[in-house]
């Protein structure tokens, strides 16, 4: 082969090669940034730390109903993904490439969830319910709530610590950790007690713990948000007269059984420093996780003269109240021959 066909077809090699070359990488960007998403609304999917490219691709295509991830693909095996990956909730949006998808979740632009911090009956229900809408470990967030040493030492007492606890929908990444959870939880109950509830906690001669405590009573005691500013008027009364509050959900509580439905004589006999028949003033702390709207009940509660009341005979969790004891009987008689009458017995 003389020189002039081995130039020739050298020439011809270099030529192939960069029209192959250039396919292919114009093939690569097609499927890397033009290749879009169609989606009718935004999808979401959600990694954590064991997922690899593997895994977050098959995440990908459940979302967006099976679309191409060719190029995410392209760019995890050239960019070390599994090196670089990140845990959260990532937004898939109409018109995406893979690029974007890619850059969004490796650059750790995450959409934050909507966090339902829920009232509930104990600290463990609340953790429960929590774990579920996060990418954390209920046990990690327990150790904060049950631990001695931590609840010293942002300010609580074991009784107390539920008073920390505001109710709500928050914004939070769904990676979030148990303590930056904990810190939230304790930027949230700042923003409550501002300067006009700490006024009139101060007002009724209440510290914020103390105005969880009867809100607590006051949730446990009615459902009906209208009755509750009643409700808490009501052991307002007490409270300033120096009368027990005779608080039935407190001895539930004692008792360890807050669905209780009727009260017995001899479980007013319970030693407990929640026997609010036998000692006076407030118990040590909240027998639940107040609801907002017990809180501002305590705080706005309905100023009337009665110190009594009783569930209304009708079981439709509302109340008769009274301001003397012959109206309050009347209304306890005509409430035990409904539970009689029902084979109510505890």
Same mark, same amino acid.
């Given at each position: 082969?003389?020189?002039?066909?081995?130039?020739?077809?050298?020439?011809?090699?270099?030529?192939?090669?960069?029209?192959?070359?250039?396919?292919?990488?114009?093939? &690569?960007?097609?499927?890397?940034?033009?290749?879009?998403?169609?989606? @009718?609304? $935004?999808?979401?999917?959600? !990694?954590?730390?064991?997922?690899?490219?593997?895994?977050?691709?098959?995440?990908?295509?459940?979302?967006? &109903?099976?679309?191409?991830?060719?190029?995410?693909?392209?760019?995890?095996?050239?960019?070390?993904?599994?090196?670089?990956?990140?845990? &959260?909730?990532?937004?898939?949006?109409?018109?995406?490439?893979?690029?974007?998808?890619?850059?969004?979740?490796?650059?750790?632009?995450?959409?934050?969830?909507?966090?339902?911090?829920?009232?509930? =009956?104990?600290? #463990?229900?609340?953790? &429960?319910? !929590?774990?579920?809408?996060?990418?954390?470990?209920?046990?990690?967030?327990?150790?904060?709530?049950?631990?001695?040493?931590? !609840?010293?030492?942002?300010?609580?007492?074991?009784?107390?610590?539920?008073?920390?606890?505001?109710? +709500?929908?928050?914004?939070? %990444?769904?990676?979030?950790?148990?303590?930056? *959870?904990?810190?939230?939880?304790?930027?949230? =109950?700042?923003?409550?007690? /501002?300067? @006009?509830?700490?006024?009139?906690?101060?007002?009724?001669?209440? $510290?914020?713990?103390?105005?969880?405590?009867?809100?607590?009573?006051?949730?446990?005691?009615?459902?009906? /948000?209208?009755?509750? #500013?009643?409700?808490?008027? *009501?052991?307002?009364?007490? *409270?300033?007269?120096?009368?027990?509050?005779?608080?039935?959900? $407190?001895?539930?509580?004692?008792?360890?059984?807050?669905? =209780?439905? =009727?009260?017995?004589?001899?479980?007013?006999?319970?030693?407990?420093?929640? +026997?609010?028949?036998? /000692?006076?003033?407030? #118990? #040590?702390?909240?027998?639940?996780?107040?609801?907002?709207?017990?809180?501002?009940?305590?705080?706005? %509660?309905?100023?009337?003269? %009665?110190?009594?009341?009783?569930?209304?005979?009708?079981?439709?969790?509302?109340?008769?109240?009274?301001?003397?004891?012959?109206?309050?009987?009347?209304?306890?008689?005509?409430?035990?021959?409904?539970?009689?009458?029902?084979?109510?017995?505890?």
């Amino acid at each position: 082969m003389n020189i002039r066909k081995i130039l020739k077809w050298s020439a011809a090699l270099i030529i192939t090669v960069i029209i192959t070359t250039t396919a292919i990488t114009g093939y &690569g960007y097609y499927l890397v940034k033009l290749q879009k998403v169609h989606l @009718e609304k $935004t999808a979401y999917i959600y !990694i954590t730390h064991e997922d690899n490219s593997a895994t977050v691709i098959q995440k990908i295509e459940n979302a967006t &109903g099976n679309a191409s991830t060719a190029g995410f693909k392209l760019l995890a095996e050239h960019n070390n993904f599994d090196k670089r990956k990140r845990s &959260g909730k990532f937004a898939i949006k109409n018109g995406d490439c893979m690029h974007s998808i890619y850059r969004r979740i490796v650059s750790n632009e995450q959409t934050p969830v909507k966090l339902v911090v829920p009232s509930t =009956r104990s600290l #463990p229900q609340m953790v &429960g319910a !929590i774990s579920k809408q996060l990418m954390l470990d209920s046990l990690e967030l327990s150790e904060f709530t049950q631990h001695p040493i931590y !609840i010293s030492r942002v300010g609580y007492t074991k009784e107390t610590f539920p008073s920390l606890f505001i109710p +709500n929908t928050y914004e939070v %990444y769904w990676d979030i950790k148990p303590e930056r *959870l904990m810190i939230r939880f304790m930027e949230e =109950r700042r923003k409550f007690w /501002n300067d @006009e509830r700490l006024a009139k906690a101060k007002k009724l001669d209440m $510290t914020p713990e103390e105005v969880a405590t009867l809100a607590s009573i006051v949730d446990e005691e009615t459902n009906d /948000n209208k009755e509750k #500013p009643i409700v808490a008027g *009501l052991y307002i009364n007490r *409270l300033k007269r120096g009368i027990p509050l005779q608080a039935d959900p $407190t001895i539930k509580f004692a008792l360890g059984d807050p669905t =209780r439905r =009727r009260i017995l004589n001899k479980d007013l006999e319970i030693e407990s420093p929640y +026997n609010t028949y036998k /000692n006076t003033g407030l #118990p #040590p702390g909240p027998i639940r996780i107040a609801t907002l709207q017990a809180l501002e009940s305590v705080l706005n %509660y309905k100023k009337h003269d %009665y110190i009594y009341m009783c569930a209304k005979e009708d079981f439709s969790g509302t109340h008769n109240f009274a301001k003397t004891l012959s109206e309050h009987n009347a209304n306890a008689k005509r409430y035990q021959q409904a539970l009689n009458k029902r084979n109510i017995k505890k």
